[in-house]
């Protein structure tokens, strides 16, 4: 059965779930303040780069089940209403910025109607569905809120929104879970078909869900980088390392890849968010590993840098330095927190003229950091240069050809931030090969 849905907020997570519930089947009218980002998404252009998502927003458009506003009463006549708005680090703590989900619940209480479900997927602090849950039911009751984290990779968003590994549903008691719950599975009817996994739980379990995960998630790839910093010391290989512990099958080898760490818009603002939370109720003691786990991360990006500069040989502002990858992640345009815009600019910093380059994400990056130079492409970037650096693991950058770059560059001195590419090769076409935490 199909319902109209709406998705108030259509950033990455919204445009995605937008897309996604259309292509369901689904009606779906999308929401957002932005007249530009919502002109160009009704064209079928998303004003951010994920695979195979323009092609579904033109198709599910063309269907005549997708359609985007800025007019919060197209939203009127919706019986599932998800909330999508992004919740930011605060610019004077660590706290998330909740401003945008208030305001948006305070649109939705002028459309909502008696049965309408509200179905939050913000990453929010605990406590907040609690909250916003009396509010919709003392302006509109019998309105219910549901709390229904997402779970998405970028590069990978239509997929885990469409097939999840998992759905979560924090739900009220009585009837009004009742309803909640029905809604819910009448929406993802599809995947609870294929076999996914559902787990019900209170609000509160519902929110911890997501920002437990990204934690765990976090000190994971921190504790492998905690490693390669003994490993550089000892003169170990963190990846033959991460290869042994990883055979157990308590701790399994995903995710145990050093280098110079996590980024993106949540890893970071998710982990220093929990903390701030914590503290608000008492518990610092019980997340405070978490303190270290972003520290641990930061300071691989400057090893990163450090390692190029002591390799390079010759003051910084005697040298060119290409850094090949902007974004945080392959298969993104998405440079916040990213550690290569990071180690581009520290370079930068540093004194040496850098030449950046990734296949998405140069302009986001032209636009926070515009005193870099950016090429095209690799081997643009790479010409002249006395060092590169890699720090995207981009599969155009996994499959360089070390003979052809060493042609162009002025000094063989490659520096594999991600553990990517294949020592043996890169050393045997006469390059000077450097991993994090590698022999």
Not at 171 to 179: H, K
Not at 425 to 435: D, M, N, S
């Amino acid at each position: 059965m199909s319902l109209t849905l709406s998705v108030i907020g259509c950033g990455y997570l919204g445009a995605v779930h937008a897309a996604s519930m259309a292509e369901l089947g689904h009606t779906v009218i999308g929401i957002d303040t932005d007249a530009d980002k919502v002109e160009a998404l009704n064209k079928g252009n998303a004003p951010f780069f994920e695979p195979g998502l323009d092609e579904l927003l033109q198709k599910t458009i063309k269907t005549g089940r997708l359609r985007f506003s800025t007019d919060f009463a197209d939203a009127a006549g919706a019986t599932v209403h998800f909330l999508a708005v992004g919740t930011p680090q605060l610019t004077d703590s660590h706290a998330a910025d909740t401003r945008y989900v208030d305001a948006a619940i305070g649109a939705l209480l002028t459309v909502l109607s008696p049965g309408d479900l509200v179905a939050g997927k913000s990453t929010v602090p605990v406590g907040t569905a609690a909250a916003l849950a009396d509010r919709i039911s003392a302006a509109v009751p019998g309105a219910i809120l549901a709390w229904n984290p997402e779970f998405l990779r970028e590069g990978f968003a239509l997929k885990d929104t469409m097939a999840p590994d998992r759905l979560v549903y924090g739900l009220p008691e009585g009837e009004s879970g009742q309803r909640a719950r029905e809604l819910l599975n009448e929406v993802y009817a599809a995947a609870l078909a294929a076999g996914t996994p559902l787990i019900e739980a209170d609000y509160a379990t519902a929110e911890l869900v997501k920002v437990s995960a990204n934690a765990f998630l976090a000190t994971k790839i921190s504790f492998i980088n905690a490693m390669a910093e003994i490993a550089e010391v000892v003169g170990a290989d963190v990846t033959l390392l991460a290869d042994a512990i990883g055979h157990d099958a308590r701790i399994g080898r995903r995710f145990l890849n050093a280098g110079i760490g996590f980024g993106g818009g949540c890893l970071p603002k998710d982990i220093r968010a929990f903390s701030s939370r914590a503290a608000e109720l008492g518990r610092s003691e019980s997340v405070a590993f978490l303190a270290e786990v972003d520290a641990i991360n930061l300071r691989r990006r400057q090893r990163a840098v450090d390692l190029a500069i002591t390799a390079i040989g010759k003051r910084p502002s005697e040298a060119r330095i290409a850094v090949l990858g902007l974004a945080f992640k392959p298969d993104s345009d998405d440079v916040r927190d990213s550690p290569g815009l990071d180690v581009a600019t520290s370079l930068l910093r540093r004194g040496a003229h850098v030449v950046a380059t990734d296949p998405q994400a140069i302009e986001n990056a032209r636009r926070l950091q515009p005193r870099l130079d950016y090429a095209a492409t690799a081997e643009e970037a790479a010409a002249h240069a006395d060092a590169v650096v890699l720090v995207t693991e981009w599969a155009d950058y996994r499959a360089l050809d070390p003979v052809a770059l060493r042609a162009i560059v002025t000094s063989p001195i490659i520096i594999d931030g991600r553990n990517c590419l294949d020592a043996g090769a890169w050393r045997a076409a006469g390059w000077t090969y450097v991993g994090m935490g590698r022999r």
